[in-house]
Protein backbone atom coordinates (compact mmCIF):
# COMPACT_ATOMS: atom_id res chain seq x y z
CA UNK A 1 0.00 0.00 0.00
CA UNK A 2 1.39 3.63 -0.85
CA UNK A 3 1.03 6.69 1.10
CA UNK A 4 0.08 9.94 -0.10
CA UNK A 5 1.65 13.17 -0.72
CA UNK A 6 -0.22 14.26 2.56
CA UNK A 7 0.98 11.61 4.64
CA UNK A 8 4.56 11.70 3.04
CA UNK A 9 4.66 15.23 4.18
CA UNK A 10 3.43 14.99 7.86
CA UNK A 11 5.57 11.89 8.77
CA UNK A 12 8.62 14.04 7.35
CA UNK A 13 7.32 17.13 9.34
CA UNK A 14 7.22 15.21 12.50
CA UNK A 15 10.69 13.76 11.80
CA UNK A 16 12.06 17.31 11.39
CA UNK A 17 9.65 18.45 13.88
CA UNK A 18 11.49 15.77 16.98
CA UNK A 19 14.75 16.52 15.43
CA UNK A 20 14.81 20.15 16.42
CA UNK A 21 13.96 19.06 19.61
CA UNK A 22 10.66 20.53 19.71
CA UNK A 23 8.05 19.39 22.53
CA UNK A 24 4.82 17.29 21.79
CA UNK A 25 3.41 14.28 20.82
CA UNK A 26 2.20 12.71 17.60
CA UNK A 27 -1.15 13.14 16.90
CA UNK A 28 -2.58 12.16 14.02
CA UNK A 29 -6.15 10.69 12.28
CA UNK A 30 -7.79 9.77 8.52
CA UNK A 31 -10.34 8.95 8.20
CA UNK A 32 -13.40 8.31 4.69
CA UNK A 33 -16.98 7.06 4.48
CA UNK A 34 -17.71 3.38 3.98
CA UNK A 35 -20.50 3.92 2.07
CA UNK A 36 -22.59 6.61 0.28
CA UNK A 37 -24.59 8.46 3.42
CA UNK A 38 -27.58 11.07 3.15
CA UNK A 39 -26.92 13.66 5.67
CA UNK A 40 -29.90 16.28 6.56
CA UNK A 41 -29.56 19.88 7.66
CA UNK A 42 -26.98 20.34 11.28
CA UNK A 43 -26.13 16.98 10.89
CA UNK A 44 -22.60 16.09 11.62
CA UNK A 45 -20.46 13.86 8.56
CA UNK A 46 -19.42 10.39 9.91
CA UNK A 47 -16.19 9.20 8.53
CA UNK A 48 -16.50 5.78 9.72
CA UNK A 49 -13.63 3.84 7.85
CA UNK A 50 -10.72 5.11 9.94
CA UNK A 51 -7.12 4.43 8.20
CA UNK A 52 -4.67 5.77 10.92
CA UNK A 53 -5.81 7.05 14.91
CA UNK A 54 -2.31 7.86 16.08
CA UNK A 55 -3.49 9.39 19.75
CA UNK A 56 -6.79 7.94 19.48
CA UNK A 57 -8.50 11.47 19.16
CA UNK A 58 -11.03 10.39 16.66
CA UNK A 59 -14.36 8.52 17.13
CA UNK A 60 -15.37 6.80 13.88
CA UNK A 61 -18.53 6.06 15.75
CA UNK A 62 -19.62 9.67 16.56
CA UNK A 63 -17.50 11.50 13.43
CA UNK A 64 -16.53 13.89 16.50
CA UNK A 65 -12.13 14.37 16.56
CA UNK A 66 -11.30 14.96 20.65
CA UNK A 67 -7.99 17.04 20.83
CA UNK A 68 -6.17 14.42 23.20
CA UNK A 69 -3.36 17.30 23.85
CA UNK A 70 -3.46 21.18 23.53
CA UNK A 71 -1.99 22.93 20.73
CA UNK A 72 -2.40 23.87 16.81
CA UNK A 73 -3.49 21.41 14.68
CA UNK A 74 -4.07 21.26 10.92
CA UNK A 75 -7.01 20.21 9.81
CA UNK A 76 -8.47 18.70 6.12
CA UNK A 77 -11.64 17.58 4.78
CA UNK A 78 -12.52 16.79 1.40
CA UNK A 79 -16.06 15.93 0.33
CA UNK A 80 -17.63 14.74 -2.89
CA UNK A 81 -21.81 15.22 -3.11
CA UNK A 82 -23.39 11.99 -4.76
CA UNK A 83 -26.89 14.44 -5.26
CA UNK A 84 -27.45 17.60 -7.48
CA UNK A 85 -28.02 20.93 -5.80
CA UNK A 86 -26.09 23.29 -3.90
CA UNK A 87 -24.48 22.04 -0.34
CA UNK A 88 -22.84 23.48 2.53
CA UNK A 89 -20.67 22.05 5.03
CA UNK A 90 -18.59 23.36 7.79
CA UNK A 91 -15.58 22.19 9.81
CA UNK A 92 -16.72 23.53 13.45
CA UNK A 93 -14.37 23.55 16.82
CA UNK A 94 -16.55 23.74 19.89
CA UNK A 95 -19.17 24.85 17.90
CA UNK A 96 -17.20 27.30 15.95
CA UNK A 97 -17.10 27.34 12.33
CA UNK A 98 -13.56 27.36 11.19
CA UNK A 99 -13.94 26.88 7.98
CA UNK A 100 -16.66 25.91 5.34
CA UNK A 101 -16.74 24.33 1.40
CA UNK A 102 -20.02 24.28 -0.70
CA UNK A 103 -20.32 21.88 -3.47
CA UNK A 104 -22.64 22.72 -6.17
CA UNK A 105 -22.80 19.84 -8.91
CA UNK A 106 -23.40 15.99 -8.42
CA UNK A 107 -20.07 14.00 -8.32
CA UNK A 108 -18.25 17.72 -7.81
CA UNK A 109 -15.47 17.07 -5.08
CA UNK A 110 -14.58 20.06 -2.91
CA UNK A 111 -11.35 20.74 -0.33
CA UNK A 112 -11.29 22.71 2.63
CA UNK A 113 -8.29 22.83 5.59
CA UNK A 114 -7.45 25.47 8.18
CA UNK A 115 -4.82 25.67 11.03
CA UNK A 116 -6.05 26.44 14.43
CA UNK A 117 -5.41 25.79 18.37
CA UNK A 118 -7.50 23.01 20.10
CA UNK A 119 -7.06 22.78 23.63
CA UNK A 120 -7.03 19.14 25.10
CA UNK A 121 -10.05 17.81 25.79
CA UNK A 122 -12.13 20.19 22.78
CA UNK A 123 -14.07 18.68 19.31
CA UNK A 124 -13.80 19.40 15.79
CA UNK A 125 -15.92 17.85 13.49
CA UNK A 126 -17.75 18.34 10.07
CA UNK A 127 -20.90 19.24 10.20
CA UNK A 128 -23.81 19.90 7.09
CA UNK A 129 -24.98 23.57 7.29
CA UNK A 130 -28.60 24.84 6.33
CA UNK A 131 -28.15 25.08 2.93
CA UNK A 132 -29.80 22.57 0.28
CA UNK A 133 -31.93 20.33 2.27
CA UNK A 134 -30.75 16.80 2.61
CA UNK A 135 -27.33 15.38 0.89
CA UNK A 136 -25.93 12.58 -0.55
CA UNK A 137 -22.01 11.97 -0.01
CA UNK A 138 -19.97 9.88 -2.18
CA UNK A 139 -17.55 7.01 0.06
CA UNK A 140 -13.85 5.99 -0.56
CA UNK A 141 -10.62 8.41 -1.08
CA UNK A 142 -13.42 11.12 -2.44
CA UNK A 143 -14.64 12.21 1.31
CA UNK A 144 -12.20 11.93 3.63
CA UNK A 145 -11.27 13.72 7.62
CA UNK A 146 -8.12 14.34 8.57
CA UNK A 147 -5.86 16.27 11.41
CA UNK A 148 -2.45 16.20 12.89
CA UNK A 149 -0.79 18.38 15.41
CA UNK A 150 1.54 20.85 14.16
CA UNK A 151 2.73 22.04 17.94
CA UNK A 152 1.70 21.29 21.42
CA UNK A 153 1.48 23.79 23.80
Same mark, same amino acid.
Given at each position: ?8 ? @? ?7 ? #? /????? !????? &???? %? ?5 ? *? ?27 ? %????? @??? /?????? %? ?17 ? *? /? ?14 ? #? ?6 ? &?????? #?? !? ?6 ? /? ?5 ? !???
Amino acid at each position: MGFSVYALM @FFCMVLCHD #A /QGAKG !RLVYF &KASL %SKIKTYG *IHSTVIFDKCEANIGKGYNPTSGVFHAPV %SGYYE @FKV /QLEAGS %SGGYSFCLVCEGVVKSELS *I /QRVWSSKFTSAIFHVN #AGEHVLVR &KTVHGG #AT !RIAAGART /QFSGYLL !RSD
